[in-house]
């Protein structure tokens, strides 16, 4: 037998159940009655916890009793190794647990992407990890991993769960908007792309201010990208962009797209997530903007696109970062080389952005003396605790996930960069156009159709059938999570049954 197994053999309780036994001779359940001492463990499980992590699957004994205790439950549990659960399963119970709905048995090393793939904050609620003890004695030597893969998986989705908390609500009355916009946009004309050239992304960092220039110098050389806070700062610079990429769904979007001077809209590709601001798409549409949709991951504009056959392109957005977006799409289009400029993560010498984003334009008009422009920068500044990164550079914990989100999709890639002089430098040797699939036949229905269909589709749900697993949800449902996500956080009562805001979610629609 391999020594990578920590078990070596099954035994029987005194109460006849089979349990594993370690190599050492130990065992996590007990020898006498593994279900007594299940249910005094099952006890102490907070009665809003609806998912849970049991470190070691053992017998299963433990996870048969929370699943018969609590029918809202659902267990994700850990072995070590896959070669353990492959021991395991020798276990008829173990071997039941393997297909239950509410169950999910998974490696050391698979517990980071299950953790974020099966843990629906607005779904489950709160989350517990419970440990055998018999098992982690054994586990010492793993235990810190685990706890950084847990730790590190319940910040990402609990971040996205704050988000959607927020914005779940604009997000759904943003995409039924576009929606009905659909027929007014146009698909990107793949074929006039120069991916011969090197695309340059503009985020709207502070050292744009230094970079901008060199670009300017040899700007045929270039397809420009923009994302939405950049495009007046190229603007200020008698810049106009190529492309312009917006996620943001807030109304403050519109105010990338208004400028003092006269601005010919239908010179540049706006790239809209079908989950941005819709007031802003309506005023590019006036000004004979060339407006496209792409989705970028959120369930309801996810489902539209795939049940209505839309075709819309998916763009990357990592933790809700238009830059990635703005990367992904220059990727996507088959560009071998790209430059990003202003892809600051941080506050480069006291500054939050270059100039002239739409922030100057707003503190400027509300700026007196005792609240001028540099005080209103500075409040934005230190919202969240500085961290120093050099005598230039100061970041915040967020600023640095993006960071993260951004490098790490890189890597994801398999795609080689490096930074230099402000700029980061990607290289894809081995870019393709996958952009073109989706476009060249993206479809432009009826919009006004399409909703009516989805209200249909939302209307048809047994708003009083039993939900005990985020299996047991349709498409249509899954839909609906982040808006229900928004309603638990703006009714701030304590109720944790998602039931009751699915039921208050769905009635409202019907309505």
């Not at 470190?55 to 433990?62: D, E, K, V």
């Not at 699943?67 to 353990?84: G, H, S, T």
């Not at 500054?351 to 003396?369: H, M, Q, V």
């Not at 980061?424 to 699939?437: E, G, P």
């Amino acid at each position: 037998m391999s020594d990578n197994v920590f078990y070596s053999e099954l035994i029987s309780s005194k109460s006849e159940i089979s349990i594993p036994v370690f190599n050492n001779g130990k065992t996590v359940d007990s020898r006498y009655d593994p279900e007594r001492e299940s249910t005094r463990l099952c006890e102490q499980i907070n009665d809003k916890t609806n998912f849970v992590i049991v470190l070691g699957i053992a017998s299963g004994t433990l996870i048969k009793t929370i699943l018969q205790k609590r029918e809202n439950i659902f267990v994700l549990a850990v072995e070590a190794d896959q070669k353990d659960i492959d021991f395991l399963m020798q276990l008829e119970n173990v071997k039941s647990l393997s297909s239950h709905k509410r169950v999910c048995l998974c490696t050391i090393n698979q517990l980071f992407e299950k953790i974020t793939q099966l843990y629906i904050p607005a779904f489950y609620g709160n989350l517990e990890v419970i440990e055998q003890r018999g098992w982690t004695a054994e586990h010492n030597s793993v235990l810190q991993q685990i706890n950084e893969q847990i730790q590190k998986a319940v910040g990402i989705v609990s971040a996205d769960f704050s988000v959607q908390s927020h914005f779940g609500k604009l997000w759904q009355h943003n995409i039924l908007s576009n929606i009905r916009l659909l027929e007014k946009t146009r698909p990107v004309n793949c074929s006039e792309i120069p991916v011969n050239k090197t695309a340059v992304i503009f985020a709207a960092g502070p050292t744009i201010d230094k970079t901008i220039s060199q670009i300017k110098e040899n700007i045929e050389e270039y397809y420009l990208i923009a994302t939405d806070t950049a495009f007046s700062i190229l603007l200020s610079y008698n810049i106009i962009p190529d492309v312009v990429v917006s996620l943001d769904g807030q109304n403050v979007s519109n105010s990338h797209f208004i400028h003092s001077k006269q601005f010919d809209f239908s010179k540049t590709v706006f790239l809209f997530d079908l989950c941005a601001n819709d007031s802003a798409v309506k005023k590019l549409l006036r000004e004979n903007g060339k407006v496209s949709f792409f989705v970028s991951g959120h369930p309801l504009a996810d489902y539209i696109n795939q049940k209505f056959n839309l075709c819309l392109p998916k763009l990357f957005s990592g933790a809700g970062t238009v830059t990635i977006s703005a990367v992904d799409f220059a990727i996507q289009s088959g560009f071998k080389n790209i430059m990003v400029a202003g892809a600051d993560f941080g506050y480069s010498n006291g500054k939050p952005y270059a100039k002239g984003t739409y922030l100057d334009r707003i503190y400027n008009k509300n700026s007196e003396r005792l609240n001028n422009i540099e005080n209103q920068f500075c409040m934005l500044m230190y919202r969240t605790p500085l961290i120093q990164k050099s005598p230039s550079l100061s970041t915040t914990q967020i600023l640095q996930a993006y960071k993260t989100s951004f490098e790490d999709y890189i890597y994801s890639k398999g795609i080689n960069f490096t930074k230099q002089n402000e700029l980061y430098n990607i290289t894809n040797q081995n870019a393709v156009n996958s952009l073109a699939k989706n476009t060249n036949t993206q479809k432009n229905p009826d919009g006004n159709l399409i909703v009516e269909q989805l209200y249909k589709d939302f209307s048809s749900q047994d708003i009083n059938r039993k939900i005990n697993s985020i299996f047991d949800l349709t498409n249509a449902d899954i839909c609906l999570l982040p808006l229900i996500s928004w309603q638990k956080n703006n009714d701030n009562i304590d109720n944790t049954d998602f039931m009751y805001f699915y039921r208050k979610v769905l009635g409202g629609i019907k309505k």
